[in-house]
C-alpha cells in the first residue's frame, strides 16, 4: 500500500512538472522542468516496480541534461547524441527485457519508437517546431500504456501532458499572446 502511495505521488509530481514545462518560452527552462518531472517519473516506476521504464527515463534524464547543458552554452547538441540516446535506450531496453526479466513484448516497439523520437525531437532548439513534433511521441506513448493495460494514471499522466503540449501550442503559435513579456523568464 506504501509503494502504491508513493507511485501515485511522485508520478502526480511528475505529471505537474512536466506539463508546467510546455508553458516556458524560454527552452533551457523547458528543459529543466523535462529533467525534474523525468526524476519523480523514475522514482515512480521505481516504486511501482516497472524497471524497463525506469531504466529507460533514467537515460531520457541523461539526455535531457545533455541537451540542457547545450542549450546553455547557447548551441544545438550534435545530432549524433541523438543516435547515442537511442542507442543507448534500445539496449537498455533489450538487456532487460530480453536478458533479465525475459518480457519482451511486441506492443514494447511502440515503447522505444515513442522513446527515440524524443530523442530527436528534445533536440530542436526551435521550440515551436518542438512542440508540435513532441505531440507524436507522447501520442505514443498514450497508446502504449492505453494497449499494455498500464495504471489508469498513467495513462491519464500521458494524457495530461498532451493537453499542456496543445495547450501551449495554441497559446504561442496560434493565439499568440499580445503582451510582450507575458510567460517569459
Known amino acids: 500500500m506504501l509503494f502504491e502511495i508513493l507511485t ?3 508520478s502526480f509530481i511528475a505529471m505537474a512538472l512536466i506539463a508546467a ?5 524560454n527552452k533551457k527552462f523547458y528543459l529543466l ?17 516497472q524497471y524497463f521504464a525506469m531504466i529507460g527515463l533514467f537515460v531520457g534524464l541523461l539526455r535531457t541534461l545533455t541537451y540542457y547543458a547545450f542549450e546553455n552554452k547557447g548551441k544545438p547538441a ?3 547524441l541523438a543516435f547515442l540516446f537511442s ?9 532487460v527485457n530480453f536478458l533479465i526479466l525475459k518480457t519482451a513484448q511486441p506492443l514494447d516497439l511502440i515503447c522505444l519508437v515513442s522513446l527515440v523520437l524524443y ?10 517546431i518542438m512542440r508540435f513534433l513532441t505531440l507524436v511521441p507522447t501520442v505514443l506513448s498514450i497508446a502504449y500504456n492505453a494497449l499494455i493495460g498500464a495504471a489508469v494514471f498513467t495513462v491519464v499522466s500521458y494524457s495530461f501532458e498532451l493537453g499542456a503540449n496543445i495547450l ?6 496560434i493565439f499568440k499572446n499580445k503582451k510582450p ?5
Open 8 to 10: 501515485f505521488l511522485t
Open 21 to 25: 514545462s510546455y508553458f516556458f518560452s
Open 33 to 49: 522542468f523535462q529533467s525534474l518531472g523525468i526524476v519523480f517519473l523514475i522514482a515512480s516506476y521505481l516504486f511501482g516496480g
Open 78 to 80: 550534435p545530432i549524433e
Open 87 to 95: 542507442a543507448l535506450t534500445i539496449a537498455s531496453y533489450g538487456f
Open 119 to 128: 530523442a530527436f525531437t528534445f533536440r530542436i532548439r526551435d521550440l515551436k
Open 168 to 173: 501551449s501550442i495554441f497559446k504561442y503559435h
Open 181 to 185: 513579456n507575458a510567460w517569459r523568464l
